[in-house]
Every structure is written in structure tokens, then in C-alpha cells.
């Protein structure tokens, strides 16, 4: 039996504080339209999606707030580092997604900026539900724990 060839990705830029905000029931990979100097400037490694988020306008699904700054050799050609940017899925894909939008609390949240092994710009998005303060402190007692116990193996076996 063949093994599945193993799928390299540069990540560039990461939400890390989404999954610990959300509950991620899905994930779903995202082409990004991007101009010639915001894909050099994430390659330079200092975008930031923290605070972004997707939502759909006029059939289309587009990334908002997410910050890639401008490439300094581009001076005259360069881009808005805060622009929205459209996200490139199927018709059917952004018809589910806008309509699960529309049922209470969903949210779609950026989880990861990557380059894929073609070299593309891809975003990983996440269609997710917000946690309660209650939700949260039980993923910081059950994190806490898991390493509290990786400790004690560590020392006792």
C-alpha cells in the first residue's frame, strides 16, 4: 500500500488566540486574491490576522482586517496594508458558508496564512462558534492539567 505523500506548508501567519475564542467546528482552505507586492510582503513573515475576520457581501466572501503590511520595494505600486480581500472558494462553498452565517453566533475566522507546496497563498478559515467565559476557563484547567501531567511522567517514570 502507497503512503500519502506528505503536504508541505510554509505558514506565515497564524491566529492562535481563535481557538481558544471559539469553538471550531470546521475547517476549510481559502485562496486569498492578493496583489504582487502583498505576496512578497508575506513572505517576508510579518502579517498579522489576529483581529480579522471573513463575512460574505455580494455573493462573495471577503477577508476583513487582516494586516499585511506594505513591501518596501514597492513604493509607488504598493497596497492599502488593511484592504479587504476577497477569498477564492466554489459558488456552492460560499453559498453554505453565507448561509450558515446567518444562523445565530456563527462566525468564520481566519486560522492560518500559508503558502501550499505550489507556492500558492492559501488561508485556512474555520467556521466557528464564540465560547463563553465558563468554556474558556475549562480549556485553561484541562490545559494546565495536561501539562501538570506530562510534568509528573516526566519526573516520576
Excluded: C
Excluded at 503590511?69 to 505600486?77: D, Q, R, S
Amino acid at each position: 500500500m502507497a503512503k500519502k505523500p506528505e503536504t508541505t506548508k510554509n505558514v506565515v501567519a497564524q491566529n492562535r488566540r481563535a481557538r481558544f475564542d471559539y469553538f471550531i467546528e470546521e475547517t476549510l482552505e481559502a485562496g486569498i486574491m492578493l496583489t504582487g507586492s502583498e505576496v512578497k510582503s508575506l513572505r517576508s513573515g510579518k502579517s498579522s490576522i489576529g483581529e480579522s475576520y471573513a463575512a460574505a457581501e455580494g455573493g462573495a466572501l471577503w477577508l476583513i482586517n487582516a494586516h499585511i503590511p506594505e513591501y518596501p520595494g514597492a513604493k509607488n505600486f504598493g497596497h492599502a496594508p488593511r484592504r479587504h480581500r476577497k477569498l477564492l472558494l466554489r459558488k456552492r462553498e460560499i453559498e453554505r458558508l453565507s448561509g450558515s452565517l446567518k444562523r445565530d453566533g456563527i462566525t468564520i475566522v481566519p486560522l492560518e496564512v500559508y503558502f501550499n507546496e505550489r507556492g500558492r497563498a492559501k488561508l485556512l478559515i474555520g467556521l466557528a462558534k464564540g465560547k463563553r467565559q465558563v468554556d474558556k476557563r475549562e480549556t485553561i484547567k484541562a490545559r494546565d492539567w495536561k501539562r501538570d501531567k506530562a510534568r509528573l511522567m516526566r519526573e516520576k517514570g
